[in-house]
C-alpha cells in the first residue's frame, strides 16, 4: 500500500503547538504586532518543529514585493575573501539563510564586491549588509535605494535612523579579559587588524578602557590586512612578544589569530600557558585539538544572523515598536591556554 501523501502543515497547527492564537502565529511569523519575545520565539520552534513554511512570496508579490531578501558578504579591498571556509561566515550565512527560509523568504548572499548596479537592479524586498565600513560605497547605494536596511555591525559613521545588530563586544572583551586576570595575567597584550570597519576600533577601546581601570599597561601591535595575513598577523605578535613588554598573555580577533599568536610564541621558545596565556575570539572549532587546545570567545553567529533577519521583517512590515539596536550575547569557551599549572576551568559558557 502505498504510503499516504503528507498534508503540508498548517498554521492552525503550529498555533496548537505553540499554545498561541492564529493571529498571534501569523503575526509572529511576518514580523508584525506586539508580543514578548518569548511568545515569538515559541511560535518561530513550533514552525521549524513542524516544517511549516508561510507563503510568503506570494503575498509579497501581492503587495509588490519579490519575497526574497539580500545580504552582502565584507570585501578587504581587493583581497580575495574564502567566506565558507571561514567559521563566523559560514554559520552567519546559514543561520540567515534559516531564519529566512522560516519565514518564507528567498536569500540571496552576495560579496559586497559586485558591481554598484546589481545592489540597484536586483529585485529584492530588503538587505542585511555585513561589517559596514567608514565611507562604504555599498551601504551608500543601499540608503539610496530606500528599501529596508539592516547592518550587521554597527555603522562606524552612523545616521539618524540606522538599524544594526551586533554582538556586545564591550561585553565579550571585558569577560576575556576578566578570565585572563584571573588566570594571573598582569600585562595583557592584544594583536588587531589595520581595518575601518566597527569591530577592531570597538575591541581596542574596551580592551584600553580595561586596562586602565584595572592599571594595566595597554600592549597593542597592529598588523595590515595584505594577502599573507598569517605571516603579517604572527609578526606582530612576536613584536608584542619580544619588544621588552614583557606580556604574559596575548589574544586576537579574528579566525586564525589564536594559532598565529602560538606559531609566535613557539618561535620565541615561550610555553603556553607556563610563559604565556593565549586566546582568541573566533568561531573555529579547530582550536579544542590544539596543542595545547585554545580559549576561545564565540560571538554566536548564528544569533546575529536571526536577530537580523527579525529586524529585517520588522522594517518591511512597518514595526515601529521594536528597538532598531540589538546587540547579541556571547560565550566563552576555557580550555587548556588560559590555565597556568594546577588551576582549575573558571567557566564554560555555550
Known sequence: MPAPRRVRPSMVEVAGVAGVSVATVSNALNGTGRMSEETRRRVMAAARELSYLPFTSARAAARGGTGMLGMTLTTYGDLPVPYFQVPYYARLVLGATEAAHQRGYLLVVLPASVPAWMWLTTPLDGVIHTEPTRNDPVLDILRKRGIPLVTQGRPPSPQRGDAWVDSDIDAAVRDLLDHLASGGA????????????????????????????HEQPALVESFPLSRDVPRAETAAARRLLRAGRDADAVFGVYTS???????????????????????????????ADLSPPVTTVTLHPERLAAEAVDLLLALLNDRTDVPHERLVSHGLVVRESTRPVGSTVLRRSP
Open 186 to 213: 598582569r600585562r595583557i597584550g592584544v594583536v588587531l587588524p589595520r581595518h575601518d570597519d566597527a569591530y577592531p576600533a570597538l575591541v581596542r577601546r574596551t580592551y584600553e578602557d580595561w586596562c586602565s581601570e
Open 257 to 287: 589569530s589564536g594559532k598565529h599568536i602560538l606559531d609566535a610564541a613557539r618561535s620565541l621558545r615561550l610555553t603556553v600557558p607556563d610563559d604565556l596565556l593565549v586566546a582568541a575570539i573566533t568561531e573555529d572549532p579547530a582550536y
